[in-house]
């Protein structure tokens, strides 16, 4: 048949040829195009009904192997044919590293996570911006003493962080721990931490970016989940904080009565970590990184150090490694042991306010 069919095509060929050789009609020509077109798009169409592209030939495959596969099962009632089926359809879905892509999309997420981010922002409302925990004072008396010239402003600034950073894990990182693990104690904490506070700028930054937190949390993160966690699960953290709140709601004392809460920020940072659901390691990490953020942050804005320069010292593996260091140093602090570290950042803070000019309150 198939070479009846191509005699035939030789043949039609041909009488074209001598019809245009003896000038025919026009429109018997054009006819006889319209004929050659059409016999063309047949044979396109019978090509590509016949023809199997690989990706339908795989799947037929599979779905055949898939097929004898289970009728070899209700044979057999085992389940070896089944794992190699299993294993062929897997294989058309490596990714070119060779491992396995996953076609949905995860149905659950940790929440801890979530709420992480939200204390780890820098744009969380606390007022932090505005303190620089003694940078700036550091970085004028050490210019007005003539400090080493072989150091660059960004090596001053590493250090005066690895220097802060040891000082708060030592003499606050104790109270975000207390807050967390015992938020009925928030009010005496508050209490333990500004008397044991030795600076007065240090005790009014603390006490400012405390009730910034606690206004965050009251406007925010206080009715941001449908249903409250279970009062087991929270220890207390959420009743506590309202309890704290109504206390600094209160009238001012009269007659010697009890003073009103400062609300500093180490212990109340622990008990509204606790109420959002964080883990204890979580919340101490978190604090420690906000506050080496925030130094940086500072160093920026002083123009000692540029965003790049500050990012990278954020993302390096000595800061990580202090702040784990840290962590793990203050675990098992008591609040009756946790104090002053670093006693000369205490002396930068507090001369402070003695500077002919400043950009920040501390």
Known sequence: MEEIGEASTASRITKTRS???EEADPQTLRNEIADLEKRLRDAKAALKQKTVTPSESKDEDLTDTKTVHDASDDKEGGSPAMGTA???????????RGETEETTPPTTLDPTQHAMLLLSDSALPLGSFAFSSGLESYLAH?????????????????????????????????????????????RALDEAFDASTACSVARRASATMG???????ERAFRGAEEEEEEEEKEGGARAALDAFRAAMRAPPPTDGGPVLP?????????????????????????????????????GVRANVVGPYQAHAVLAAAWLRGSVRSAVENAW??????????????????????????RIFNS
Request: some cysteine; proline content about 4%.
């Open 19 to 21: 019809m245009i050789d």
């Open 86 to 96: 299993v294993r062929k359809h897997t294989s058309l879905l490596r990714s070119p």
């Open 142 to 186: 050490r210019r007005a003493v003539g400090g080493s010239s072989r150091s660059s402003s960004s090596e001053v600034v590493e250090r005066f962080v690895e220097l802060s950073l040891s000082s708060v894990a030592a003499s606050a990182l104790p109270y975000v721990l207390a807050g967390f693990r015992d938020p009925g104690q928030l």
């Open 211 to 217: 009730r910034g937190l606690l206004t965050v949390w």
């Open 262 to 298: 400062s609300a500093h920020l180490p212990a109340l940072w622990g008990c509204v970590a606790r109420a959002m659901g964080l883990a204890l390691a979580q919340a101490a990490y978190v604090f420690l990184f906000g506050h080496a953020r925030a130094l940086l942050s500072a």
């Open 332 to 357: 098992d602090v008591a609040v009756e042991d946790a104090g002053q570290s670093v006693p000369v950042l205490d002396l930068y803070q507090g001369r402070h306010e003695l500077l002919y000019s």
